[in-house]
Structures are given as C-alpha cells and as structure tokens.
C-alpha cells in the first residue's frame, strides 16, 4: 500500500487527485487505486480539508503541521494554491527520500525552485508536476507535430495561448500563468533565450525569442492553444483538458511505482525561470535574458 499526504488542500486539484485514488474515472474506463491511500491532508480551508477526509472515507487525518506524515509516507502531494509554499512543504519529506508531486508553479522565487532541485538531487528523490497542460494529449499531439521534420520542413515560429489571473491571494501573476508556458516548453522546447512583452490590466502578451524563431504568449482568453508556423503550412491544436488530471496523476503514480521521473530536474524548473523572465519584460518594458538553472 502507497500511502500519500496531501498539502495545500485548498487547490482544486487535491481533491481531483484524491478523487482519482478513491473513485477513478468512471467515464474513462478509469478504476481506482486499490494500493493508494490519503493517510494526511494540511492546507488553508477547513472545508476542503474535511471534503478530501469525506472522500478517503473518513480516514484520512486533517493537521496544520504539514510535516507531521513525514515518517509515514511513501510519497507526497504538495497542491498548495500559492507557489511560496511549495518549498517549505516539501522540505522535510524529500529530506526523508519521499518523492514528490509538486503542483504549478513549481516555486516563484528561482532561488527556491534551484534549492528544491539540489535538495532532490542530493538525496536521490524524483520529482514531478508543474501544469497538467503538459501531460495532456493534445499537447503531445502538437509536440509530435512540431517535430515532424518531414511536415514541418522549417519552422518559422508559432503562437499559444491560455488564461490569466493578474490580481490573486496566490501570487498574483505566477498563480496561474505556468499553463502558458508549460504548454510552449513541451511544444517549442525548453530553450528560450529572451523575453520581450507587454501587459493591460487582464492580458498580457511577450515574444519568447528562440535560436531560430519566435513564440509569442498571449494571456487572457479563457482557452488553451498552440499554433505551428511552418514553411509552407500552419497547424493549430485546440488543447481540451480531457483526462488532464489523470494524466498527471499517472505520471506521478508511475514515479512513486518506479523511482523514474517523466523530465529531468532541469526541465522542472526551466518554467520558473521563464516566468520570472516574462514577469520582469511586463514590468520593465525591455527585453530580459532567460536564466538557465544550473544544478
């Protein structure tokens, strides 16, 4: 039996995953995790804690001290709704060698996302998360085309798409920007050199400048897409959410079965540094380096 703890219970997506190990997927064919088990949940709403303990059956043990499973876990969720968290959630149980799951975005402070990494690395834990966007199928249906050589022929840039939330009790910009740019790193690729952008009140747009194209973002439109220009086509792919928790969950079911992780470190983390990248070109009006992580 792998028995979970779920921090930050205030996210919507703690009670996805806890309704995945509980319940399944009905409408996919989807049963539960027979070997799977919420034996902790911590976070900001009571409400939500006592819904998750509902769904485990009553189980499930409800505390304010989020390291308190530490010794009892196999693996951990950390869902928290506000980035600044993460870190301080996941400390002590990959400290333990627990792998963990952990939420988008990784962390907001770079800093903190190369500390999480080092943290992982020194103590031999896989990790896994940042936004469902990444696993879902229409993303990989874009990637695919994207590096279709034969297809594509050249690749003259593209464009994506997705929601905003500027103004939050979550870390504002950062709360929900990271479906964008998961969405371009699985499509376009990791390697961004620069940002150039510009915002309004509840958009905001950059150019994403790559070795031999451009990408550009656009925040705001409650849809999910990815548009390839190509030599002498262009593909769109409207991205559905479909299965998009219960792809994610597999990714992080299959790391706590076998240790292996679906990216490396580096990967994890890149999107932290995009963002900051992205934030700073809003702000300032100029065209700002991507940091690399170095582990």
């Given at each position: 039996?792998?028995?979970?703890?779920?921090?930050?219970?205030?996210?919507?997506?703690?009670?996805?995953?806890?309704?995945?190990?509980?319940?399944?997927?009905?409408?996919?064919?989807?049963?539960?995790?027979?070997?799977?088990?919420?034996?902790?949940l911590c976070g900001d709403s009571a409400e939500e804690n006592e819904l998750l303990k509902e769904i485990t059956g009553g189980k499930a043990e409800i505390s304010d001290d989020g390291d308190k499973w530490v010794d009892e876990v196999d693996a951990v969720m950390v869902t928290a709704r506000h980035g600044g968290k993460h870190l301080a959630y996941a400390r002590k149980y990959i400290e333990a060698g627990k792998p963990a799951f952990i939420d988008k975005p990784i962390t907001i402070d770079p800093e903190e996302a190369l500390e999480l990494v080092r943290l992982a690395k020194k103590n031999n834990v896989p990790?896994?998360?940042?936004?469902?966007?990444?696993?879902?199928?229409?993303?990989?249906?874009?990637?695919?085309?994207?590096?279709?050589?034969?297809?594509?022929?050249?690749?003259?840039?593209?464009?994506?798409?997705?929601?905003?939330?500027?103004?939050?009790?979550?870390?504002?910009?950062?709360?929900?920007?990271?479906?964008?740019?998961?969405?371009?790193?699985?499509?376009f690729g990791h390697d961004v050199k620069s940002i150039l952008g510009v915002s309004r009140d509840d958009a905001a747009t950059f150019i994403a400048r790559y070795a031999d194209y451009d990408v550009t973002g656009h925040f705001g439109s409650y849809a999910y897409a990815a548009t390839?220009?190509?030599?002498?086509?262009?593909?769109?792919?409207?991205?559905?959410?479909d299965n998009a928790y219960l792809n994610e969950f597999r990714r992080f079911e299959h790391m706590v079965r076998t240790g292996g992780m679906p990216e490396s470190y580096e990967e994890l983390i890149n999107p932290v540094f995009i963002l900051n990248a992205i934030k700073e070109a809003l702000d300032t009006g100029k065209e700002v380096e991507v940091k690399k992580p170095v582990i």
């Open positions: 039996m792998f028995k979970i703890a779920i921090l930050g219970t205030e996210n919507s997506h703690a009670r996805a995953f806890c309704n995945l190990i509980y319940k399944g997927a009905p409408a996919n064919g989807f049963v539960p995790y027979a070997d799977f088990e919420v034996i902790g990790l896994c998360g940042g936004s469902s966007l990444g696993a879902i199928e229409d993303t990989a249906k874009a990637k695919a085309l994207r590096n279709n050589d034969e297809k594509m022929q050249r690749v003259y840039g593209g464009s994506v798409c997705a929601p905003i939330n500027m103004k939050n009790d979550w870390g504002d910009f950062f709360f929900y920007s990271q479906h964008l740019v998961q969405i371009m790193t699985e499509v390839i220009y190509a030599k002498s086509e262009v593909h769109h792919v409207n991205l559905s959410l």
